[in-house]
Each structure stands twice: as structure tokens, then as C-alpha cells.
């Protein structure tokens, strides 16, 4: 059986040949490959495991059933919330394999597009095709036993057949990762009977049965009838020596020098559920890998991504581009009546079998068989029979006649007015005939949405620029689709609510480190290896460049399959990435502030500080800073900072001719992960060097990103006496370059530069500013005065003579 380490010291001499992130289609793939092809393989997956029986039904256990360990929270479900739709996720050992409806469909071959032109420029480019990926199709179907629905008399999948027989249009029952018979494929389906253990064993050691037709399995499947990865792919990891390490979440990683990764993670300690914690206190765990595959999902993966940019120099600008939800929309059919020939209410039963079972295919343009348009897919979605009871709980007010007669009729018996005293026929029709929720039937549909969504960071936390705008013709050709069904079934179609507002909701969520040809098209190959970052793979959902169009979980392993056998052709170690090492993380000398101490008479030094704070742009890539102004102004790179400079000491600060000072506060950047503490801070004010007409003011701080990979921001502003009256530009313009590592003053040469870019004081800052100024000890009003003298006598030196009598500049 699984069990959870309650604790695990941090291991930074581990290595191993390969580290996954994450456990769904492609992290469960890959552990497996390259376990079973005799590398050591660690998964690192943040949820916990969900054994048959552990999926929480009741209303108490659901509303604990969801993903935020800040909050307490260990679940399952994990929700995002962006501008323009919503995402729904897994949480778990298995990944999305906990919450999906099971359908194995390969992706159509005409829709491995190439060149096909985007809104706003670009086009979307599949690397590869669909004859690259049939082997793998074949083998990951075989490994999750793919196979149809094999019942003849469920309502609801008779109904969509019926119903694309009347429209003309091409229906199937497409292949599930579900177990019906316990004999396997063709044998005779019998709910409920025992299945029996595969070679490899099972992780939970729990019994499985076949389906039992509960509808349930988009909320996990308690009778492990469900084909899941880890009843799979992760038993079968495990069968083959991989460790499989759950409540593990990845913060970071960063390239080694000489090859390889340092992967860096937190423990979610089982203890901890149901209580908050601070989450960014807890302890980073570090392991060594030779490769690394990212496989947390379009959102995970990319996010990882985004937020350790700055480990990665030279990293496709593609990076967040391509993003789409594979064309997810639901609708609804309520009121289903015989059909076209028909009258009176038609049941569709939606709680019997599981969720999908039928899936309608509508051609795309692509097809060359005359369909015009984008393709879709439109499937039954059905769902848990407790929805039943809400859906009519949902009818009230069409009840209350029910209820009435009821209540009259028990009325009369207490008044000895009804003999009778058998009760049931009265309480069937207080029941009523439910007709509501058994003429019900949610439709899903998907398809070939258009992928210009575009993710990032945003104050730190993930983004997505993606509406249906620019999908429109497609979503309305899925909404006719629909539609049409429930009109050949007699009923009436209904959107879901978000469509109102124009928002969907997505459980395919794809794109965001797309593959492609080369870095200028995406930020991995065909095989999901990062370009200019050797043994970094993105195996999952994140690498594809647009909607698979069809269920997209099978393609995602498929082609993680593939990538695995390109990487077990290849050496354990892979080469090592061609960019220079970046600095020790040591902070080494540097000049700053000397601690505070008593002065010789035994009096304890005054204090001064002051709070600034400066934003402006700054580019990835660039080295001289006005062209990273430049660069960073058209991309929307803003760097800012707010910072409290301190002289422990203001008599020492005055004499020292290099005026030095601590600094304390927090850098933001999104294209750096976010908001970035500062570690340890350097400020020299005015210092001097070999030219007499300039001074400058000197910025070294040393930070980390959220991934936990050291950074230097180094900064300063040139005071110099110019042609012209430039004072305040001179004094409020800093010019900024981010180093990789936290390198000691004198290391700058060395260094590589990560960015630069210029950030500026504006004018309602500074004035804040000037009210920021404090000074603690026994003679504040003394600090303050030497502190200006010193301020406006340098700067009277520097810009002195621009004011200065004709005769004395003479």
C-alpha cells in the first residue's frame, strides 16, 4: 500500500537519473519508461494518494475537497479563476486521471495543422503527426485498457445515437479507460465483480471492481472501476524501482553547472491538513537529477516555468504563448420528449453509466470532405445520481400542488375523515414523477478553439489573456451542434450560465511551453526538450501548440511515450547546457553599512532612514540597460522596488567618503517569478572615483526568486554635471542589471546578466519619499541635519557651477 512520510529531512546530496514533476498523462508515462528502461526515477507530486473509497461524497467532506495548503486544504479539485474563464484541475497521484471522464481518442490526423495563421500574428505548428504518434496511441491504450461501452440499453447513450442518426452526423462510442468485464476486453460486463491484480501490482493493495454505472467518475471512482494512472502507469513505476513521493511540491529548479538539475521542493505534512499554514516558510528540500521532466500540467508546468525564468538564460520568448482550452464548452438539454416522432417525456437517466459514453463528431474544413468551420466533438456528460435530488429540490414551486394534496390528504386521516391507512400511493405522488431531472442531459463539447491565449505572471501569481472573442464562430458552431441534438430529442438547449458573460469553463487547459521547430516557434522540440537547456523536458498538456480537439489525455501520453523513447536511446547523461555557470551563492565582502556600535564615550549612535521606492522596465536578455528600458517598455517587463535604506550609524555614514547603508525591502518582477524579498542590501551614496564631476549612487541587493535561485540586482545612478539642468532626472534615474547568482562587490565582470533595464522616481513617489524620513537614537534633529548637508552639499558640487555668478565659473 501507499504511504506518506510525516517528515523528510532535506536530502541536498540525492541524485538521481531522472526527476518528475507531477503524476498525470505525461509525469505517469514517463516515470514508467524510464523506470522500466532501468533509470532511477523520483515523481514529485503535491497531492496525496486517493486509494478506492477515499473520494470524499458527503457535503462536509466536498467543501474540504479542494487544493490550498495555505488554507488547510489537501484536496483533490484544484480551481483557477482568470479575466476570461475558469480552470478546473486535479490534485492526487494519478493526476487528471482522478477527475476525468476516461475517453481514449487520438487526435483527428487533419488536425495536426502546420502554418495555420493565429489573430494578432504567429500561427500554430504541430512538430508532429499523428503517424509519429500511433504507436504510442496503440501502446498507452493497451496499458489502460481502452474500450468501448459495451451496455446496449443506457438511455442516454441510445438517445445521442438516435440523435446523430436523425442529424446525419457521425457518432461513435469512443474507447474508455475503464474496466467492465473482469475478464478483460469482450468478455461479458457484470457490475461490481472483483478484477483481478496485474502483473505489477497495485500501489493502493486495495480490491477493484468493474463499473458499477455510478456516473461518479468525474469526482473519483470509489470502486477503482476507473483505469486510473496509478492503478497503471504509477503501479507499474513503482513495480520497476520508482519512488513515488506524494504531498512533494515543487518551488524550483535550476540548471547545474557541468549538466544536470537542482530540483527544489516543500513538504505538505499530512499533520498540517485542516490547519493554515504559511506555506512560503516552509523548508526547501533540494534532490539532483541528470534529467528533468516538468509534467504538473499547463498550468503547473508553465507556471514552474515562468516563475524560474531567471535560471533559464536564453529560454524561448514562446514561453506562456499558445495557450487554449481545447474548445471545452457545456450545455444542456432539459424537456426531452420521444424524439421527432415522439410525445411526453423522454428519459435520458444522466446518472446511469459512466459520464461519457458516445461522442459526435462535426468536421472541420480541415477534413476535405466539404465541412466548413472548426471541428468539434459534442458528448454526453453524465453525472452522480445525487445531482438527480438537486436538480428536482431545484423544482419547488412546481411541487407545492404535490405537497398540498399531500398535507390535505394526511389532514383528513388525522381528522378521522380517511379510513385508509395504507399511505404509499400518497406518498409516490408527493414524490412525484421527477420528470425534470430524468428528461435532463448535459452536453459537452470540444474541439478546435483557437490557441492565441498568452500566460504570464502577474504581481507573482499565474495569468491568462484568452477570451472566446477571437473563438467565437467556433463556440457558436459547437452551441448549433448542441442545439440540434436536443431538438432531435424533443428538447430545449440551454447554456450553461458563465456563456452568459462570455466565459467558459476549461478541464483541458493546453499550451503555454509550446513545441515546435525551433526556440523562435516554441520552447521545446517534438520530443518536449527544451531547446538550450539539454535533459529539461515538458512532457504534458503545456507542450502542445494548440487544442488536441478530441479528449486531448490520450495524445499527452502518447507523446510523453514517444519522448521517453527517444530518451532511452540516448546516454543516462545527457550534455550540458553551453551557457556559463552562474556565481556561487555567497555573498562574499561587500561594502555596506559597519555594524552599529556605541560611540567611545559609551552613547549609543543615532539612526537614519528613509523609504524609497522606483519602477520602470526592464528586459530578459538584455545587457545595457536603455536597451532593456526599451525592450522591456514594448514587451510590459515592469520592475519595481520599495526599499528602506538605513545608516545604523549617521556620524559614521557622514565621514565614511563611501557613505554606505543597508537596504531592506522587496524587488517585483514578474518576468523574475514575482515579488522577490531582499536577502541582504547595499547602498553608497555619492560615492566618488577617478573623475571629479561625477558622483554616484550605488545599489546592490541581493535576492532570490521563487524557486529559490540567488539573484543580484545591481543599480546605479550617475550624478554628473551635463549640459543642461538635469539634476532630477540624474537623481531619480537608476540604471539596473539582474546577475545571476549573489555575487560580492568587485564580481560584476564575471557575472552573467540574467536582464537590465532603467526604473525611475516619479514625482508623487519622491514626495512620499520626503515624509519617510526617520531618525532614532539621541540626537534625531542633529542626523537629519548632517544628512541634508551632506545630500545638498554633493549635489552642489556636482551641478554648482550650472548656478554659479558668470565671474566665479570664470
Known amino acids: 500500500m501507499t504511504h506518506e512520510r510525516r517528515h523528510r529531512t532535506p536530502e541536498t546530496d540525492e541524485e538521481v537519473d531522472v526527476v518528475v514533476v507531477g503524476s498525470g498523462f505525461g509525469g505517469s508515462v514517463a516515470a514508467y519508461r524510464l523506470a522500466a528502461g532501468g533509470r532511477s526515477v523520483v515523481v514529485l507530486e503535491r497531492g496525496k494518494p486517493y486509494p478506492p473509497g ?144 496485474p502483473p505489477y501490482g497495485n500501489l493502493h493493495g486495495l480490491p477493484r471492481e468493474t463499473c458499477r454505472l455510478t456516473g461518479e467518475c468525474d469526482l473519483g471512482c470509489n470502486f477503482g472501476a476507473k483505469n486510473t494512472l496509478d492503478h497503471t502507469y504509477l503501479s507499474a513505476a513503482r513495480h520497476h524501482g520508482a519512488d513515488l513521493r506524494t504531498r512533494c511540491e515543487v518551488r524550483g529548479f535550476a540548471p547545474r553547472p557541468g549538466g544536470g538539475y537542482e530540483v527544489r521542493y516543500v513538504i505538505h505534512d499530512p499533520a498540517r491538513e485542516g490547519h493554515r499554514t504559511p506555506t512560503g516558510r516552509l523548508p526547501l528540500h533540494r534532490i539532483r537529477c541528470r534529467r528533468l521532466v516538468l509534467a504538473a500540467g499547463a498550468f503547473g508546468s508553465t507556471f514552474l516555468l515562468l516563475r524560474n525564468r531567471s535560471a533559464l538564460p536564453g529560454i524561448s520568448t514562446a514561453l506562456g504563448n499558445r495557450f487554449s482550452g481545447n474548445g471545452d464548452l457545456l450545455g444542456l438539454i432539459l424537456k426531452a420528449t420521444g424524439g421527432s416522432a415522439g410525445s411526453g417525456p423522454r428519459r435520458l437517466a444522466s446518472s446511469t453509466g459512466p459520464v461519457i459514453t458516445s461522442a459526435i463528431r462535426v468536421g472541420d474544413a480541415l477534413d476535405g470532405d466539404g465541412s466548413t468551420g472548426r471541428g468539434h466533438y459534442v458528448e454526453d456528460a453524465g453525472y452522480p445520481a445525487f445531482v438527480d435530488w438537486l436538480a428536482e429540490v431545484s423544482q419547488v414551486p412546481k411541487s407545492l400542488p404535490r405537497t398540498a394534496r399531500f398535507a390535505l390528504h394526511r389532514l383528513r386521516s388525522r381528522l378521522g375523515l380517511a379510513p385508509q391507512s395504507n399511505i404509499s400511493a400518497a406518498l409516490a405522488l408527493l414524490l412525484g414523477p421527477a420528470v425534470f431531472s430524468d428528461s435532463s442531459l448535459p452536453l459537452l463539447g470540444m474541439g478546435r478553439d483557437v490557441p492565441d491565449g498568452r500566460m504570464s505572471l502577474r504581481r507573482g501569481y499565474l495569468d491568462v489573456d484568452w477570451t472566446t472573442l ?204 514575482g515579488r522577490l524579498p531582499v536577502e541582504a542590501g547595499w547602498f553608497n551614496l555619492f560615492t566618488r572615483d577617478g573623475d571629479p564631476s561625477r558622483r554616484r549612487m550605488l545599489y546592490r541587493l541581493h535576492l532570490r526568486d521563487p524557486g529559490g535561485n540567488p539573484l543580484t540586482l545591481v543599480g546605479h545612478k550617475e550624478v554628473r554635471d551635463d549640459p543642461g539642468l538635469d539634476v532630477w532626472s540624474d537623481t531619480s534615474t537608476l540604471y539596473v542589471r539582474v546577475l545571476a547568482g549573489h555575487v560580492p562587490e568587485g564580481g560584476d565582470d564575471g557575472a552573467r546578466v540574467l536582464a537590465a533595464g532603467v526604473i525611475v522616481i516619479l514625482p508623487a513617489d519622491f514626495a512620499r519619499q520626503l515624509t519617510s524620513f526617520r531618525a532614532s537614537g539621541p540626537h534625531p534633529a542633529r542626523a537629519l541635519t548632517r544628512f541634508g548637508r551632506l545630500f545638498l552639499g554633493e549635489l552642489w558640487d556636482a551641478y554648482g557651477s550650472l548656478v554659479a555668478p558668470a565671474r566665479e565659473r570664470g
Not at 473520494?55 to 467543501?63: E, K, V
Not at 458563465?498 to 515546435?516: E, K, N, Q, S
Not at 526538450?529 to 539539454?534: I, S, T, Y
Request: with cysteine; charged share 20%; glycine share 12%.
Open 470 to 673: 477571437t473563438s467565437r464562430g467556433y463556440f457558436e458552431g459547437v452551441r448549433r451542434t448542441m442545439a440540434d441534438v436536443a431538438g432531435a430529442l424533443g428538447g430545449e438547449f440551454h447554456d450553461n450560465p458563465l456563456w452568459w458573460t462570455r466565459r467558459v469553463i476549461t478541464v483541458h487547459p493546453l499550451g503555454g511551453a509550446p513545441m515546435g521547430r525551433h526556440p523562435a516557434e516554441g520552447v521545446c522540440d517534438g520530443y518536449g526538450e527544451v531547446f538550450g537547456h539539454p535533459g529539461l523536458y515538458v512532457l504534458d498538456g503545456a507542450a502542445l501548440p494548440g487544442p488536441v480537439g478530441a479528449n486531448p489525455s490520450l495524445t499527452i501520453a502518447a507523446y510523453a511515450d514517444r519522448a521517453c523513447t527517444r530518451i532511452l536511446e540516448q546516454p543516462a547523461t545527457p550534455r550540458a547546457a553551453r551557457t556559463p555557470p552562474a556565481p556561487a551563492d555567497a555573498p562574499g565582502h561587500l561594502t555596506g553599512p559597519s555594524a552599529a556600535a556605541n560611540s567611545p564615550d559609551g552613547e549609543r549612535p543615532t539612526s537614519l532612514s528613509f523609504t524609497e521606492e522606483m519602477k520602470g522596465y526592464v528586459a530578459l536578455g538584455a545587457t545595457d540597460p536603455e536597451e532593456g528600458r526599451a525592450l522591456g517598455r514594448t514587451r510590459g517587463q515592469r520592475l519595481m522596488f520599495r526599499l528602506t535604506i538605513t545608516a545604523d550609524d549617521v556620524d559614521r555614514f557622514v565621514a565614511d567618503p563611501r557613505h554606505p547603508a543597508g537596504a531592506v525591502g522587496h524587488v517585483e518582477c514578474d518576468v523574475l517569478g
Open 54 to 197: 477515499s473520494f470524499p461524497r458527503t457535503p462536509a467532506a466536498m467543501a474540504r475537497n479542494f487544493w490550498d495548503p495555505s488554507e488547510g486544504l489537501h484536496g483533490l479539485f484544484d480551481i483557477w479563476s482568470f479575466r476570461g474563464l475558469e480552470g478546473v484541475v486535479s490534485s492526487g497521484l494519478g493526476g487528471g486521471s482522478l477527475i476525468y471522464a476516461n475517453v481514449l481518442l487520438r487526435k483527428d490526423p487533419e488536425w495536426f495543422v502546420h502554418e495555420s495563421p493565429l489573430p494578432g500574428g504567429g500561427y500554430e505548428n504541430w512538430p508532429i503527426s499523428r503517424q509519429d504518434l500511433d504507436p504510442h496511441y496503440a501502446e498507452v491504450e493497451r496499458m489502460l485498457g481502452a474500450t468501448p461501452y459495451p451496455y446496449q440499453d443506457t438511455p442516454k447513450t441510445r438517445a445521442m445515437h438516435e440523435a446523430a442518426d436523425l442529424l446525419d452526423l457521425r457518432v461513435s462510442r469512443p474507447p474508455l479507460a475503464v474496466s467492465f468485464s473482469a475478464d478483460g476486453e469482450g468478455g461479458t460486463p457484470v457490475p461490481g465483480t472483483p478484477l483481478p491484480e
